[in-house]
């Protein structure tokens, strides 16, 4: 609605803008009304500038401007029917013409003509085809061609200013604009606005703009002849009351998609609704979009929330047994210390002699056991602790801290675990994420041989790569699982685990145990 009544208004202040006349003084008005018909001579063949259609119609951009010009004079201005633009030239050379289009300031043409303020200004650009990069600078290319009209303005002065370009000269604007589309040329220079219309109209969709130079605008003035200076006044005064907005509406109209032939005012009204409203309904759509991403971005942050309690939830429901499998193993390890101190002690009190290689390797073997309750303890305390921080880690560290914390258990149960393959492999994400994922499927394995009264259970892991095979004993998968017993939980927890870090896990059942592949993704 905003965007309607500002168009709106802009339409109703160029109406008012064509009707009000300047202010001209008596002398002014004199001069202007000694004659009935000013004419004006223009370059027929430049659209979408200005050009004389077969019914001798003048239109176009300029065409616009210089309408509006005289309007506001309130002279009336004729156009001199020609064919080509030198046919223009040779009757303002006759004193046929009293006002011209797109001459261009020279030291040979202000002999003989005087020129107004711009009645329009349009930037010269660089046109390359679609794989040639942005031009910053023109006069670091090297051996690249550019295909300027001989007879245009700018002939010389890119021949002089860029001697690092081969110019290849043309006949036409047109003909440049080929040549570069077919690869004759790698660049041309032309107006933006011709530019564009050129290649639509072509159809040469295989060029683009590539860059504008710095000072070469197209500007385009009215002349008049040098023993006319008070018309030039008067064009300068018109000219200067032309707004912005009245020159991007005429640019606008010209270089727009044409409407088809046949089409009536009452089709046009109902196909300008008609896009209005398919522009509501889409800026309407995007907002959808946007409020269903925030909800989408929100609900994500939760579940990852809800995920990450039940990752910790699932490891502290392990707390019990793995806690009960250290405490197993403590009191082996402690039992073992006290037997070895109560030899000594025993030697002591019957003042048995204690020889130093006897001590030494009494207090090694404490020592080696006490290392091996406080590595237990760490590898225990390293699963518990919860973590977000991405590492590098090898893959067989995890698998060993995953024995060490269930060793007791793995003991009591002959269960034999064997590695093999590319144990070397490392891997970006959590650690003891995957400390977790050994747990579960080796302590998996463990109550299922159990179970089903395997008496030699085992657990194979084989690395090849970035896909990991693990194969078992232990009787197979029960035909139902669901999360809420002890190993439905297990393996969502590994396939969730797994999948965070960009992976996948399946299971398939063989004889007598299941056969688990881990396919990891590569960047892992």
Not at 287 to 312: G, M, P, T
Request: aromatic fraction near 8%.
């Amino acid at each position: 609605m905003h965007k309607f009544f500002f168009c709106f208004l802009l339409f109703c202040l160029h109406l008012k803008a064509d009707v009000s006349p300047i202010d001209l003084t008596q002398e002014e008005l004199h001069y202007l009304h000694q004659k009935d018909v000013y004419t004006l001579c223009v370059d027929p063949q430049s659209s979408p500038f200005e050009e004389l259609t077969p019914e001798g119609i003048y239109k176009g951009i300029i065409a616009d401007l210089v309408e509006k010009v005289a309007r506001r004079l309130g002279i009336v201005v004729e156009v001199q029917q020609v064919l080509t633009w030198d046919d223009s030239l040779k009757l303002a050379k006759l004193g046929q013409c009293d006002i011209l289009t797109f001459m261009v300031p020279s030291e040979e043409t202000h002999k003989w003509l005087y020129f107004s303020e711009p009645l329009f200004i349009d930037a010269n650009v660089w046109i390359t085809r679609e794989e040639h990069p942005y031009i910053e600078d023109a006069s670091k290319l090297l051996q690249e061609s550019i295909a300027i009209p001989i007879v245009s303005d700018l002939f010389t002065r890119l021949t002089q200013a860029f001697e690092n370009l081969i110019v290849i000269p043309v006949s036409t604007k047109e003909e440049a604009l080929h040549m570069v589309s077919t690869q004759k040329a790698d660049m041309t220079i032309r107006s933006m606005i011709a530019a564009a219309y050129t290649i639509k109209k072509e159809g040469l969709f295989n060029l683009k703009i590539a860059g504008e130079p710095e000072g070469y605008a197209n500007i385009i003035r009215l002349s008049v002849m040098n023993d006319n200076p008070m018309l030039l006044t008067l064009l300068n005064k018109a000219i200067l009351t032309l707004s912005p907005e009245e020159k991007e509406l005429s640019v606008n109209k010209h270089i727009a998609i044409k409407i088809e032939k046949g089409m009536d005012q009452e089709s046009v009204k109902y196909l300008t609704f008609g896009l209005i409203l398919l522009a509501t309904i889409f800026i309407a759509i995007i907002l959808w979009n946007a409020l269903l991403r925030e909800k989408v971005a929100q609900e994500v942050a939760k579940n990852s929330a809800i995920q990450n309690k039940l990752f910790q939830a699932s490891k502290e429901a392990e707390i019990g047994r793995i806690i009960g499998n250290i405490s197993h193993q403590w009191r082996g390890t402690l039992a073992k210390i006290g037997a070895l101190n109560l030899l000594t002690l025993v030697q002591l009190k019957n003042d048995q002699p204690l020889e130093k290689t006897f001590v030494l390797k009494q207090s090694e073997e404490i020592g080696k056991l006490l290392d091996f309750m406080s590595n237990t303890m760490q590898d225990f305390l390293e699963f518990y602790k919860p973590s977000k921080h991405q590492e590098s880690f090898a893959l067989l560290k995890t698998i060993e801290e995953a024995k060490s914390i269930l060793e007791a258990k793995i003991h009591k149960s002959h269960l034999t675990i064997e590695i093999e393959g590319q144990t070397h492999i490392h891997m970006m994400g959590i650690k003891n994420q995957w400390v977790h994922i050994w747990l579960n499927l080796i302590d998996n394995t463990i109550n299922a041989s159990q179970k089903n009264g395997i008496e030699n259970p085992y657990f194979q892991i084989h690395i090849e790569g970035y896909t990991i095979h693990i194969i078992d004993n232990a009787g197979g998968m029960p035909a139902n699982i669901d999360h809420h017993n002890e190993m439905g939980l297990g393996i969502y927890m590994c396939m969730e685990l797994v999948k965070k870090h960009g992976g996948e896990i399946t299971y398939h059942s063989i004889e007598n145990g299941v056969h688990i592949v881990i396919q990891l993704s590569p960047s892992r």
